[in-house]
């Protein structure tokens, strides 16, 4: 749930950049904005139509250097405050930003509020314009996305999938939504116990608490934090569930899937499972091209699944021997980034050619060979091979096997830089033995893991 960070009683400055992006609403504020993953290689932040992700880099907005929470959300945070007010149990919503802080727990005198902010890392204290500023609107972004409570941040929802997420929205904010509470111990209590790490909290000490969690339950500034991702939870707002605390983007996750395209929750009765994954029937397509994946082969990679051509163009490994790429119905063999066809003509000796699929061989140089001789450019018909190298040294014997593409394609081969006379001992030698990626549809689907359908009613307990 996007919608409770602001509406814990926006702090002022923020408020104030919100109504101003709201005077401009049909313009994204940050459109241009560079992308602080991916630097240079991104000419700025542009959104996709229905990804929730830049066209360019592909990465989420919150990767970029976001100006502020975008501004068309502040019809929702407005409508939204009353809700949280009524549904929270909080004792104080008095919380507000300073001069100093883009944003302070409430309640706190200043010099409380500084001995909490000390609890954190430095790089996440919210100091106005600083790097804990830029990672507080980040993850306001990315805990409590949006469209987890407003359809109107959705992609074409129907009614019925529209009143079912109201109903969900509401639910969460009725059964598990709070907002922690910072104080200190009393110095002349014992203290308490930290619900997260185990350690003690002692009197003078200042802890977090959750009332959904119980008036005992407490934690260090710096341990409370979502149980899925582990990250601080933004502003203190949390969704309690089966003991643990949440941030809202995995608390939804809990009780129905997300669509790993869209990134919204799945409401229709029917999705794409692959993987362990979840997708919108017409959003399981090519993560390039976007074209239909359902019943097709398809590879994933990053958790995101590519048709087969686009996969090829855009990831293909290149065999260290011809030179042409390797193609994902074909057998590679794989060694310390080195690539080759899985065939006799191109994983073989470099010197005699004699094929070594299923032999051991000897690296050297970047070049793989079938025994000393050959390794050291001698007649390999005068000295002994690799092969009564390694009879007595079985145990060390490692292997090279064939594997699925790899993410970077490796150098090319480079010539042997040099002679050298000394033995290379048997440990040296490595054992190969191929595996096919796939021969046909079906081990191929089987591998990889096609898509099947599956019902997303029930997820909500």
């Not at 360019?56 to 929470?69: F, G, N, S, Y």
């Not at 509020?113 to 100091?127: A, G, I, N």
Request: charged share 25%; glycine share 8%.
């Amino acid at each position: 749930m996007y919608v409770c960070v602001t509406v814990v009683k926006l702090d002022l400055c923020v408020k104030e950049v919100l109504m101003g992006f709201f005077a401009q609403e049909e313009e994204d504020p940050d459109s241009g904005q560079p992308c602080m993953r991916c630097g240079d290689q991104c000419p700025g932040f542009k959104v996709h139509g229905w990804r929730k992700i830049c066209v360019h880099c592909k990465c989420v907005r919150e990767e970029h250097a976001v100006r502020a929470v975008p501004g068309q959300l502040e019809k929702m945070m407005t409508k939204l405050v009353s809700d949280f007010q009524r549904h929270s149990i909080s004792d104080d919503d008095s919380g507000c930003a300073s001069e100093e802080y883009a944003w302070v727990p409430p309640g706190l005198k200043p010099e409380q509020v500084y001995q909490y902010f000390s609890c954190l890392p430095e790089d996440r204290v919210p100091y106005v314009n600083s790097p804990g500023e830029r990672y507080r609107i980040k993850q306001l972004l990315h805990q409590l996305p949006a469209h987890d409570s407003e359809p109107q941040y959705c992609n074409s929802l129907d009614e019925a999938e529209k009143k079912e997420l109201r109903s969900f929205s509401q639910q969460r904010k009725r059964d598990n939504l709070g907002r922690g509470m910072v104080r200190l111990f009393p110095v002349t209590m014992t203290g308490g116990i930290c619900h997260q790490c185990g350690r003690q909290i002692s009197g003078g000490d200042i802890a977090v608490f959750a009332s959904r969690a119980g008036s005992g339950c407490c934690w260090h500034p710096q341990c409370f934090q979502c149980a899925s991702c582990s990250e601080l939870l933004v502003d203190l707002i949390y969704f309690y569930q089966d003991g643990q605390i949440y941030c809202g983007r995995h608390h939804a996750e809990r009780l129905k899937p997300r669509c790993q395209a869209c990134d919204e929750i799945i409401l229709a009765d029917e999705c794409t499972e692959a993987e362990g994954r979840y997708w919108h029937m017409k959003h399981f397509c090519c993560f390039e091209c976007e074209a239909a994946l359902g019943g097709q082969r398809y590879i994933m990679r990053e958790s995101r699944p590519y048709c087969c051509s686009c996969y090829e163009s855009m990831y293909a490994e290149y065999c260290d021997t011809c030179g042409e790429n390797i193609g994902i119905d074909q057998g590679q063999m794989t060694f310390e980034g080195q690539h080759w066809h899985a065939v006799e003509g191109c994983f073989c000796c470099a010197r005699c050619r004699m094929p070594l699929l299923g032999r051991p061989f000897l690296p050297r140089g970047g070049l793989i060979f079938c025994s000393r001789a050959c390794s050291l450019g001698d007649d390999p018909n005068n000295s002994d091979s690799c092969d009564s190298a390694l009879q007595s040294r079985h145990p060390n014997r490692r292997h090279v096997t064939g594997r699925g593409p790899q993410p970077r394609c490796c150098a090319p081969l480079q010539p042997l830089e040099g002679i050298h006379p000394h033995a290379i001992p048997a440990r040296d030698c490595f054992y190969t033995t191929m595996t096919h990626r796939g021969k046909g549809y079906a081990l191929y689907m089987q591998a990889l893991g096609p898509g099947v359908f599956h019902s997303s009613k029930g997820f909500l307990k």
